[in-house]
């Protein structure tokens, strides 16, 4: 039987089952084909904190949402076209995301009278007109996988674990995905267990033919490769990004990267990720909690390395006071914070932006510090390097705003020229600077950064006090005079907002030059702001639009965008944080818009909520 085959311009999938049914593997492994075959994407994993949730319960769906197309796209999308719902949890947790008329993939043997009563279902909706809306796919997977192993000296139980497998391997070829791949990661991670190995490749393998062969699917469909910009490209996480950046960071400055971590959601892969590099000479410590992770970071720092600590929420309020010892010692020191949903605990796999605040004023004392947040996954990479170059060259802490949904998301990563990149290597101090040309004066200040000399400990002629206590100007002995206090306060801020000399101006996107509505964000809502103002544009709206990247200092030019325009949309992922600092600093009247629900922002949401603002114009 000959199929038809239909092509698409873009389509999303969600991958949806129990935690311990491989849904993120399965969704990484159909990204990695999708980004070997040159679509764009972009991609939302979703799961549970609870390291094993009750099977069959709804605290238990993992999803894993992918937007691939033809063409540029900026979100994971706002609602799946193709859901596959492993059990009852999945389907009753997504089912209200899934558009009328979509393609519904059910695995029909976790449709069992126990699995439904745990999820509140009266009776299987697979056997009423409940599903009528969408075009439901009834699949046996688990039996069909149990089949398909049947010559494998496996137990059912180890053989029904393979049936994430056979929904890859279907949907595989549902989409006309690439398999060697995936075949070769299969024989890659079962490499010490070959009959594990064989028996996933026969389950994905018998996926792909079910779908050839079934009557349930008489089409199948094709997405052409997008037409990128020339240059090497992979995929790459948000994560694995901001690591590269670090890497990259250690590289351009000369200086060993040294990473004291303690392990957290969602930062945990950067620990991960850097732990695999020690060839570029870099040392990562596991640190027995966030202060001695921090701690170890400052001392390295101290010793002459790029000092980093990675973190999230909770973490970041354990290294306050040691952040604040960074700033009053003015040494270089990268403090990643890969924002979750709290307070507290919160929800430690969900996403926010909630703690730009406490990034901005949670340290006793003033304490002025850089903020750096990167927008995109792969934009992760350049704001970490973006976060040393600051950080070495103005002798400072570099809060570096990252959060879950950048963490853990992909897209195709362009791989730069490495000639490209910036070179941010500094000279250590190595000698007397004082006018006498014998004495060392550690903070003796450069006139155009109004950094502190970088003395390695050791070295001759340069020792020099160091701690918490206030120091003097220049000498940096111990000082209790009121009026040096107040200038080393003073000078501590016009440092950092100097910086503000050093960064590029706010770039605004105003096609025609004639918007009178701006609509500005911060970290990771670029792509579903971006998404909005497309649409909101092909619609006939005039919109202009703009993003930070450093949030503290703000660009020079920020106040004269701002007023540039009748109305200020500003959606965060709080309760307006950055609209509360803008207000203050220039007396802009901001439209805050907050959602806190742990997702990104959709862009249909955003859409109607900027046209809203435009129609009352």
């Known amino acids: 039987m000959t199929k038809q085959v239909q092509q698409l311009d873009r389509v999303i999938i969600r991958f949806a089952g129990d935690s311990g049914d491989g849904m993120q593997l399965t969704g990484d492994r159909f990204t990695a084909g999708t980004a070997e075959f040159g679509n764009d994407l972009s991609t939302l994993p979703n799961f549970p904190a609870e390291i094993r949730a009750p099977a069959g319960t709804l605290p238990g769906v993992s999803s894993f949402q992918l937007h691939f197309a033809d063409h540029d796209i900026l979100t994971p999308g706002d609602a799946p076209n193709v859901l596959v719902a492993m059990n009852p949890a999945a389907l009753k947790a997504n089912l209200s995301d899934l558009p009328r008329g979509a393609d519904l993939i059910v695995n029909t043997d976790e449709f069992t009278k126990r699995n439904l009563q ?99 699917f008489s089409v199948s469909y094709e997405i052409k490769p997008a037409k990128l910009a020339p240059g090497v490209y992979r995929n790459i996480s948000g994560n694995q990004a901001l690591a590269y950046g670090l890497i990259a960071a250690s590289v351009q400055s000369r200086l060993p990267l040294f990473l004291g971590s303690y392990p957290i959601t969602p930062a945990s892969d950067i620990l991960h990720e850097l732990s695999r590099h020690k060839r570029f000479g870099i040392r990562t410590f596991q640190a027995e909690d966030e202060i001695a992770g921090v701690g170890a970071a400052l001392g390295a720092a101290f010793g002459g390395a790029l000092g980093v600590t990675t973190t999230s929420g909770p973490g970041v309020a354990l290294k306050a006071e040691t952040v604040g010892l960074a700033v009053t010692t003015e040494l270089p020191l990268i403090v990643v914070d890969v924002q979750r949903a709290g307070p507290s605990t919160g929800m430690p796999t969900k996403t926010e932006q909630t703690d730009l605040l406490m990034a901005m004023f949670g340290r006793n004392g003033e304490s002025p510090l850089p903020i750096v947040a990167p927008s995109t996954p792969s934009d992760c990479f350049d704001a970490a390097v973006e976060a040393a170059r600051i950080a070495v ?71 020099h006090r160091i701690g918490g206590i206030e120091k003097a100007e220049n000498t940096g002995n111990i000082s209790y005079d009121p009026d040096n206090h107040d200038r080393m306060v003073r000078v501590r801020q016009a440092k950092i907002d100097g910086i503000a000399n050093d960064i590029p101006p706010l770039a605004v ?109």
Do not use: C
């Open 118 to 216: 745990k999820v509140g279902y009266d009776g299987s909706p697979l056997d009423d007109d409940s599903l009528a809306e969408w075009r439901v796919h009834a699949v046996p997977l688990t039996s069909l996988t149990v089949k398909a192993l049947e010559g494998f000296e496996l137990s059912k139980k180890d053989a029904e674990r393979s049936k994430n497998m056979f929904a890859l391997g279907l949907l595989s070829w549902l989409y006309h995905r690439p398999t060697e791949a995936t075949i070769q990661f299969l024989e890659n991670k079962f490499a010490k267990k070959p009959d594990i190995a064989k028996a996933n490749i026969a389950a994905f393998q018998a996926g792909w033919n079910y779908g050839e062969t079934t009557e349930s």
């Open 393 to 463: 060259k103005y002798r400072t802490p570099v809060m570096l705003l990252s959060d879950g949904y950048l963490a853990n998301g992909s897209e195709p990563w362009r791989l730069p020229d490495a000639a490209d990149l910036p070179d941010i290597s500094t000279e250590f101090a190595s000698g007397p600077n004082g006018e006498d040309g014998v004495t060392f004066l550690p903070f003796k200040r450069e006139a155009e950064t109004l950094a502190r000399p970088w003395a390695i400990p050791g070295t001759a002629g340069l020792e």
């Open 509 to 617: 996107d105003d096609p025609d030059g004639d918007a009178r509505v701006l609509v500005l964000g911060w970290g990771s809502t670029y792509g579903p702001i971006a998404a909005a103002v497309r649409r909101v544009r092909r619609a006939g709206g005039k919109v202009a639009q703009a993003h930070l990247r450093h949030v503290n200092p703000l660009p020079l030019n920020t106040g004269e965008v701002l007023r540039a325009y009748d109305k200020v949309l500003l959606p965060e992922i709080n309760l307006g944080q950055l609209a509360l600092l803008l207000r203050a600093r220039f007396l802009v009247d901001i439209i805050s818009y907050n959602r806190v629900r742990g997702l990104p922002f959709k862009a249909e949401e955003l859409a109607g909520v900027i046209q809203d603002v435009i129609d009352s114009e």
